[in-house]
């Protein structure tokens, strides 16, 4: 395996449809030196491999975080202040929220560290050293043995080298499979658990063209929000404390306010969640034109409902809002990634290297024996998986989109624990519990929000899932009540202990036996349980099982991929590890004679501006200070810059990643990608995929001239 990876000879293999663009790609940083350096001097890099990546010096790396698990952040000065996007910190901001202290719509700014506020739970992972453990994770392995036997050594071997990696420090390590686990690496981090809200803009700003202009570019979005770590008196991870202090990292990213032209160095440094460039035709089959449109269904009749409601009442405004952008936001990037793959006839050309590698597979007999396998297994393979996907997806989509539901299912354990006669103080520990759940859950719920989303989604579920997947109390219920889900739904509504706050608080304070009796009569507590039961016992079995097989089919198709094109450099899928992209800034051809320039500016927010239209309704203070050129120092041209595009390898988790220039200085934050190329996931388009980030000086204009926080930007390194 490992002489795959020596080979940096750069000639591309010429497949039919099948090189791969010098600026694709999502690279280890460990790597740098060995595959990449050279190229991105090439392209305008000035710093060295040791810059990014050390384990012996202060580097980027130390500087770059991956925050509460599911986006990027950087630290941007010397206590411990970190920036990221406004809708990686949104539900936070939200969290914070209420009608009389809107931060959603009014911005937050703390003028002081007593004013951060505190966010229970968050945390802010900061990587110290990975390491290459294949050897280790694979030891006492071979490719011959049964695969539940591999799997035990596998996962033996790997939580004794997370020990011992770990040994006698506060670090934390994970080992991950690379490659579809022909490679491994150990990651050893550090977690901080006190981190604070420092300053937000209004979403009129920070959300500025909402979900109108999620994924397209040009863009307008002033996408940041500022936090800050907070350490212990030694600098290391503490639970939160007002005496806790602001954390002092071994290195913090200096801001450029020199700004980006087309042709610039950028390279995007952050988390990357997951990718699937060497999947199958198959694969693409499913997820493209069997699970994905459906998918796209059921969202559209979730999105249109919670609209209507945000759209007629504040109060459900802010109440839906995270929960909105979290529906929408995967419904509109795999509308783009259809028509991407479509455009970019991803099947076939799949299907065209498969009939190739096929060809070369059995050219010989020592591959015939190897791989010949692989690519009809897969076929026998996804003709069950796609259904066994479909129906769980879906059928996920149907229960999380009717939040009283939801509740319900939290009953479980509560119901078996009364029914047992367990212990009464765990039983009050649940309770507790669940009333504590019920405050948070019933502070955003809308109860005739909820019930048209009930009618709704179960007239879905039975339009779209087969009679055989169907969980039987839901047949038993549509033929009681005739298909009427919107008049049983009323009378359902009014009743139930899981659509009223005072309700269900009564009910889980007095819950004893006769309460089991009850609410095995509340329809929605028996959906619930009788679609996740039927779930669990027809469905997610045979899923894994399904997954498991593509998962060992994947290693070796993956093997097979590198031997066949053993002169390229590949890079591995993402899998939420720190990863590095380079490339340029540039525009692109949205169509024909369409080309979109890669710079936008306040002028365009200006031009955009349209009160009755909720996400461009631009604040009276910016235009004020569009009008008066009162630009500061962060004018370029005459314009104040807002966003920028180039053609980054990037993906979902990326999103607050730092984008730098050559000289390592933060130049921007990565929060998006354009419409056009958003398959890249799947299949990257170097004529069209291309990232999309907030240019650090709209940021600190917006926290200078805007806010007023100003004071904010001492604690910086700004270079002009
Ligand atoms: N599309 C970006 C990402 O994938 C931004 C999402 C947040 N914005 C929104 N309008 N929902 O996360
Ligand atoms: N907005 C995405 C995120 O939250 C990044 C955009 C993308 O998927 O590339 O990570």
Redesign the pocket.
């Known amino acids: 395996m490992r002489k795959l990876f020596t080979s940096i000879a750069l000639l591309l293999i010429l497949i039919p449809g099948f090189s791969v663009s010098p600026d694709e790609g999502i690279w280890i940083p460990l790597l740098i030196e060995k595959y990449n350096i050279k190229l991105m001097k090439e392209k305008g890099f000035k710093l060295s491999a040791e810059d990014i990546y050390s384990v012996n010096r202060a580097c980027m790396k130390d500087a770059v975080v991956s925050f509460n698990g599911g986006?990027t952040a950087e630290l941007i000065s010397g206590e411990g202040l970190l920036i990221t996007n406004h809708?990686?910190g949104y539900s936070l901001i939200q969290d914070h929220s209420s009608l009389e202290h809107d931060y959603l719509t009014d911005g937050f700014w703390a003028m002081s560290g007593k004013e951060e506020l505190p966010n229970p739970g968050v945390t802010v992972t900061i990587l110290k050293w990975m390491e290459d453990v294949t050897d280790k994770v694979l030891a006492g392995t071979s490719d011959d043995m049964a695969p539940a036997e591999r799997e035990r050594i596998i996962s033996l071997n790997i939580e004794n080298i997370q020990r011992k990696a770990v040994e006698r420090t506060g670090y934390r390590a994970s080992v991950k499979p690379f490659f579809m686990g022909n490679q491994y690496f150990l990651f050893v981090n550090e977690t901080f658990r006190d981190v604070r809200l420092v300053g937000a803009p209004p979403s009129s700003i920070g959300k500025f063209g909402g979900d109108t202009d999620n994924w397209v570019w040009p863009r307008h979005t002033g996408d940041f929000s500022i936090f800050r770590v907070y350490a212990g008196k030694d600098n290391k991870p503490a639970d939160y404390s007002p005496d806790n202090v602001p954390y002092k990292p071994a290195y913090y990213f200096p801001i450029s306010l020199k700004g980006v032209k087309e042709g610039d160095f950028t390279m995007v440094f952050g988390y990357p969640g997951t990718t699937s460039e060497y999947v199958p035709s198959y694969h693409i089959d499913m997820v493209k034109n069997f699970v994905n449109p459906r998918l796209i269904e059921i969202r559209t009749r979730k999105i249109d409902i919670i609209d209507e409601a945000m759209n007629s009442d504040p109060l459900i405004r802010i109440q839906y809002s995270a929960k909105k952008a979290g529906i929408s936001n995967a419904w509109k990037k795999w509308i783009g990634e259809i028509q991407g793959l479509e455009r970019m006839k991803t099947i076939s050309r799949k299907q065209e290297y498969e009939a190739a590698i096929t060809k070369w597979i059995s050219s010989d007999e020592a591959r015939s024996k190897s791989y010949a396998d692989i690519l009809p297994s897969y076929k026998r393979i996804y003709d069950s998986l796609k259904i066994y996907t479909l129906v769980n997806n879906f059928t996920n989509e149907v229960l999380s989109g009717i939040e009283s539901l939801n509740l319900s299912r939290n009953l479980r354990d509560l119901v078996s624990q009364t029914e047992k006669g367990s212990d009464p103080e765990a039983v009050n520990k649940l309770k507790d519990q669940l009333i504590a759940y019920s405050e948070q859950f019933f502070k955003d719920y809308n109860r005739e929000t909820d019930r048209k989303l009930f009618v709704s989604m179960l007239q879905s579920y039975g339009e779209t899932i087969e009679q055989e997947w169907l969980a039987p109390e839901y047949t038993r219920l549509k033929s009681s009540c005739n298909g009427d889900f919107a008049s049983f739904s009323v009378k359902l509504y009014d009743k139930s202990v899981f659509t009223d706050q005072a309700r269900f608080k009564d009910f889980i304070k007095g819950f004893n036996r006769s309460s089991v009796k009850k609410i095995k009569k509340d329809e929605l507590y028996t959906l619930s349980q009788d679609i996740m039961a039927f779930i669990s016992e027809n469905v997610r079995p045979e899923l894994a099982r399904l997954n498991s097989e593509v998962q060992l089919l994947n290693k070796r198709y993956m093997k097979a991929q590198m031997e066949y094109e053993s002169g390229r450099v590949f890079y591995p899928d993402a899998n939420s590890t720190l990863r590095v992209a380079f490339g340029t800034v540039m525009g692109y051809y949205s169509r024909d004679a369409v080309y979109f320039k890669p710079v936008s500016t306040l002028k365009g927010i200006i031009e955009k501006d349209n009160p009755e239209i909720y996400d461009y309704d631009v604040p009276d203070k910016l235009k004020e200070l569009y009008a008066n050129k009162d630009f500061g120092r962060y004018a370029a041209d005459g314009e104040v810059p807002v966003c920028f595009i180039a053609n980054n390898h990037?993906?979902?988790?990326?999103?607050g990643s730092p984008v730098i220039n050559s000289e390592g200085y933060l130049i921007g934050i990565n929060?998006?990608?354009a419409w056009e190329g958003v398959a890249s996931d799947m299949a990257f388009n170097p004529d069209q995929s291309r990232?999309i980030s907030l240019d650090i000086r709209f940021a600190l204009f917006i926290i200078d001239k805007f806010a007023g926080a100003g004071y904010l930007l001492n604690e910086m390194t700004i270079v002009e």
Not at 650 to 655: A, V
């Open positions: 986006c809708h990686c990037t993906t979902g988790g990326n999103s929060f998006d990608r990232n």
